[in-house]
């Protein structure tokens, strides 16, 4: 089964893009030609998918670094360096009211 396993991924299956669904039914033309046997063929579609959903979490991983890269390239403020600021502003503008409230008196 792994000749045929191979076979299947050199079709260009794109196996990141392609459906469960549509895995079944290339497997299921394979049958139907005679190249894979009936028993072999959940198995195969299992080993698809599986293959299928692994490309695709490395390819999500690979973007994810690629932008985690570019945005630290471009220097754009990250989350807590976001709250650090506003934790920052909210204390200068308590410190504002204080001295207002000082010069009031």
Do not use: C, N, W
Request: glycine residues 4%; proline residues 2%; charged residues 35%.
């Amino acid at each position: 089964m792994s000749d045929l396993f191979k076979k299947a991924i050199s079709l260009g299956l794109g196996l990141t893009v392609v459906s469960k669904e549509k895995v079944e039914k290339i497997v299921d033309d394979l049958v139907k030609r005679g190249e894979l046997a009936p028993a072999e063929s959940k198995a195969l579609v299992e080993r698809l998918v599986e293959r299928g959903e692994a490309e695709q979490s490395q390819i999500k991983s690979y973007i994810y670094e690629q932008v985690q890269k570019v945005l630290k390239e471009l220097d754009v403020p990250t989350e807590s360096d976001i709250a650090s600021l506003e934790q920052r502003i909210a204390a200068l503008e308590h410190k504002i009211v204080e001295l207002e409230g000082s010069r009031q008196e």
